[in-house]
């Protein structure tokens, strides 16, 4: 006795064979072609959706700029960092896993910065020194990510920590202002370096800022008054340095319409996809308490220039406050965004966030 067997395609054709007028026809029909559909993209998630690698043991450690000293980047629970820490160990003896807490971490995304850098962190430190100086309880960490650079970003980033650890004019303990370089060996793209300085990071506080230097960084101060205001009774909370109140100035009219063009597009589509509250979900300036910093990196995915668009809808899954405040902004030449291959890749990869969401492939921790 032979049983007979059908394809997928097949049943579907015998489906649209029926009478267009039995409802039981068009359930059936519409049925199959419902899971057809979720099983395609279920398939298709499998194949583009980011994967990120575990760090290895080189990433997960660091020169101290000042003693010259091998150590370890500090661990952070449920974190991949934490496992792949677990699987480095303590075989070296100058290895110190300092975890020891500071006011502020700063974590600077660099790709191929040798140029922008130095001039974004000579603003940062003065202003962070000069703060350290007026209050004694006030300490800071620098971290600089460098993404897989091809043009020295690490060599560079290293002479000026070198140099801002051994000034013969700074009063402050080398431990209250430290900088630190992580050098990625490949490429992650910089949301991936953004997540793996945050997961290291050990701040009370920790804030993002570009390596272009494009924000006044003296605007911290305005996103650690509203994080006061708006974090949850666990010290949770997300602030977003804005530009909004920009769009109609000079610097931003200026600019291409084909620029403009896909700004207004891409939040248009941010309102379709949940995203309402907040005006400017790209600029590169965001604060985070530590607790809310320990529920949303861990279950970071997106490692391109979207990753901001994740971490926000996290937020949002985990009841995590999350405000806006304005910033003052200038536009800095050498981007490293091509503006249509970009944009286009921007928006696959947020159709590509919501749907892993949406089906459950991906989870918060």
């Not at 980047?73 to 290895?95: H, I, K, M, T, Y």
């Not at 602030?239 to 000079?250: L, N, P």
């Not at 607790?291 to 279950?299: D, G, K, L, N, V």
């Not at 304005?326 to 928006?347: A, F, I, Y």
Request: charged share 20%; hydrophobic share 45%; aromatic share 6%.
């Amino acid at each position: 006795m032979t049983v007979a067997t059908s394809t997928p395609g097949e049943s579907l054709t015998s489906l649209l064979s029926l009478q267009p007028t039995s409802p039981t026809a068009i359930l059936a029909l519409l049925t199959t072609i419902f899971i057809l559909t979720l099983t395609t993209v279920f398939l298709t998630l499998n194949v583009i959706s980011p994967c990120p690698r575990a760090p290895t043991a080189n990433e997960l450690h660091f020169t101290d700029a000042k003693t010259g000293q091998r150590r370890r980047f500090p661990r952070l629970a449920n974190s991949r960092n934490a496992d792949a820490q677990e699987e480095v160990g303590d075989d070296d003896d100058d290895d110190t896993d300092d975890a020891s807490p500071v006011s502020l971490s700063i974590i600077i995304p660099a790709y191929n910065e040798t140029t922008r850098l130095p001039t974004m962190l000579s603003e940062t430190r003065s202003y962070l020194d000069a703060r350290a100086q007026l209050s004694p309880s006030f300490s800071y960490e620098i971290i600089i990510v460098d993404d897989g650079s091809r043009d020295g970003t690490s060599t560079v980033a290293f002479t000026l920590a070198h140099q801002h650890a051994t000034a013969k004019t700074m009063a402050i303990p080398w431990d209250r202002r430290e900088i630190r370089i992580m050098t990625l060996e490949t490429n992650r793209g910089k949301g991936g370096a953004v997540t793996q300085g945050m997961l290291v990071a050990r701040g009370e506080w920790m804030l993002f800022a570009d390596a272009d230097g494009a924000t006044r960084f003296s605007d911290v101060e305005l996103l650690e008054d509203r994080l006061r205001k708006v974090r949850d009774t666990e010290g949770r909370a997300v602030v977003v340095g804005s530009r909004a109140h920009m769009v109609s100035t000079e610097a931003v009219v200026k600019r291409s319409f084909i620029r403009n063009l896909l700004m207004h597009g891409f939040h248009a589509l941010l309102l379709l996809l949940g995203i309402s509250s907040i005006h400017d979900t790209q600029c590169g300036f965001k604060l985070l308490s530590r607790p809310a910093a320990h529920r949303i990196f861990p279950s970071m995915h997106a490692e391109g220039w979207i990753f901001d668009i994740e971490l926000l809808l996290i937020a949002i899954k985990l009841a995590i406050p999350v405000a806006e405040v304005p910033v003052t902004w200038h536009e800095v030449e050498g981007t490293k965004m091509n503006l249509v291959t970009d944009s286009l890749v921007m928006l696959k990869d947020l159709l590509v966030i919501r749907a892993n969401y949406w089906m459950g492939r991906w989870t918060v921790r």
